[in-house]
């Protein structure tokens, strides 16, 4: 007995691990109900498959879109826009669980980036309906072209998360998601990627990214140790100060650069916002403008508002690292580049930070010897590059 129970199990686990739900090509799956298609496509994104057949005389296309939703109460979608290749005015299927959990497949006109509600789409869908098991959601339906003879279609497709009061929620805006369309060939059974759009963006964004992280993230943050420390010792007079002017006006001109990327990004992304990240961006590019025309102000040393000058100066360039490196983090969480790229910055940051704790014993050991044995002069401010000026006391 014992012994059957446990062929039986490995029969089960056999033909869990070879069922359509979990083939990894869409060559492999087989449908019931004697559902047969022409042509099957492996989707370029969303771990997704199409199956399809069409008949051109009667302008009729029969399909089964399989994906997993983004969790198991979440919802897929398959739809043609008939007028873009984005999913504004997409005609979409939509099958989910209906409040008695239940399959169920509606259609959805997205006329824009807001809630969506069911109505009637562009096409005539003459029968549909939907499954879900194994992780993998099913939908099929049949549908009328409205267009008689035409062959090749836009199409998009998406996994959401969730549904609210039986109305889909929002869908996420991973690089997966938003590049979750192509066109489709319906006579010759191939499906394109709608390249153009969707990885100019992710172009754009890793550019955006890029810049950003080279200079409010690495390069602003070195300026500031140079500027703090390296002035300690009497050699790195006045080298400390070109390095730092270097530094701090590279990273203002690349971070400028990130900030138009992004404006260009947000204007191209209608509908699509990351409030926290574009107003940090935005307070950055502001204050660090007003600390680039605040050095043509700048007192000279012996002027009675050179103190207050400086508490500004030190206290802006604070400001600007501590919401840089934040905001490098929120942008990290956006593009999503893989474990590695985040965990390679915050090792950077670790190292930036632990030779700064070096730099900072080093420092107060050289001035409590000085205030101890020698007398000094206290540093007044950014150097003019003539003559040696002593560190500020921690």
Known sequence: MASSVTIVSLFLVTFSLFS???????????FTSNRIYTFCNDLPSLNSYLHWAYDLANSTLSIAFIAAPAKPNGWISWAINPTATGMVGSQALMAFRDSKGAMTVKTYNISSYGPVTESKVWYQVKESSAEFSGGM???FATIVLPEKGKSTVNHVWQVGPSLTAGMPDKHELQPANLNSKGSLD??????AASNGGGDSRTKKKNIHGILNVVSWGIMFPIGIIIARYVRAFPSADPTWFYLHIFCQVS???IGVAGWGTGLKLGSQSKGIRYTGHRNIGIALFSIATLQIFALFLRPKKDHKYRFYWNIYHHGIGYTILVLGILNVFKGLDILNPGPKWRDAYIILIAVLGGIALVLEAITWIIVLRRKSGMSTKPYDGIKTGHGRQEPLAP
Not at 20 to 30: G, H, K, V
Not at 186 to 191: A, E, I, N, V
């Open 186 to 191: 319906l006579l010759k059974g191939q499906s």
């Open 251 to 253: 990273s203002y001109a």
């Open 20 to 30: 359509p739900s979990q083939s990894a090509s869409c060559q492999s799956q087989t």
């Open 137 to 139: 959601m099913r939908l």
